[in-house]
Each structure stands twice: as C-alpha cells, then as structure tokens.
C-alpha cells in the first residue's frame, strides 16, 4: 500500500511540474514574440511586422511604423519577459531602448515606458497593443 501511495505522489509531482514548465514555456514564447516584433520594427521589416500584429491593431502598430520611416532605428539591451495576464492576453515588459537618430539628432525611446498585449492566434502568439505602466519613469 505505501509503494502505491508513493507512486500516486510521484506522478502526481511529475505532472505538475509538467504542466508548470509547459506554461513557462508558453508564456515564453509570448516575450520571444515581442522581441521579434520590436527587432523587426528596428529593421523596418514591414511583412515580418504584419505578420506578427494581431489584426485589429494593425492600423495603429503602422502608423507608429510609418512615424520612423524617415530615421535610423536600432536595439539597444533588449530583454522582454511575461509580467502578467489580462483576460485572454498575457503582458510582456520589455528592457532596453529604441535608439532613433536622423542626421545629427539622436533619440532614446525607454522600452520600459509600455506594457504590450499579446494574444494567440491559432498557435502562435500576436502583438495586440500597448498601456503604459502604472509606475512609469523617463529612464525606467
């Protein structure tokens, strides 16, 4: 009887930690994804950004795309990772900087000024929008 109640234990931890990692994992992948579309967005990769917008946001993650058409954009320190939920979207943090410069003028755009929005589609995960954190500082 106690070999039986020991293995009952044994599966039992074996399949919560199962599922814990597969959510970590998942949620994961959420942060990876925003990675991805602040790269491309970086890279001005416009068919890389659709296809990783969700699209009822499309239209407002292009007109901030189109607002850095004119300048030279690259990441700075990036590192995102899941800070929460929100009904069926999960919220990433991002660290690090969009540095924006045309001719001699030079912008920093603190990543960490925005929480993102993701949601799945089918499999894969989608930037859905942005707020701006509750504790919110110029230099994070």
């Known amino acids: 009887m106690i070999k039986f109640i020991a293995i009952i234990v044994a599966c039992v931890l074996l399949l919560t930690t ?4 597969a959510a970590n994992s998942n949620q ?4 990876d994804v ?4 602040l790269q491309a967005f970086a890279d001005k990769n416009e068919p890389r ?6 699209q009822n946001w499309s239209e407002e993650a292009f007109l901030e795309y189109d607002a850095f058409q004119g300048v030279k954009t690259q990441l700075e320190g990036l590192s995102c990772e899941v800070s929460g939920s929100e009904n069926d979207a999960v919220l990433v943090s991002c660290q690090g900087k969009i540095l924006a410069s045309y001719q001699n003028e ?3 755009f603190n990543l960490c ?8 589609s089918g499999a894969d995960w989608q930037v859905c929008g942005y ?8 230099d994070c």
């Open 18 to 21: 199962g599922c814990s990692t």
């Open 113 to 120: 000024q925005r929480v993102y929005r993701l949601q799945k």
């Open 49 to 54: 950004i659709s296809s990783l917008v969700c």
């Open 106 to 108: 030079a912008q920093e």
């Open 28 to 31: 994961s992948a959420a942060a």
């Open 34 to 37: 925003l990675a991805n579309y």
């Open 131 to 138: 707020t701006q954190p509750i504790e919110k500082t110029s």
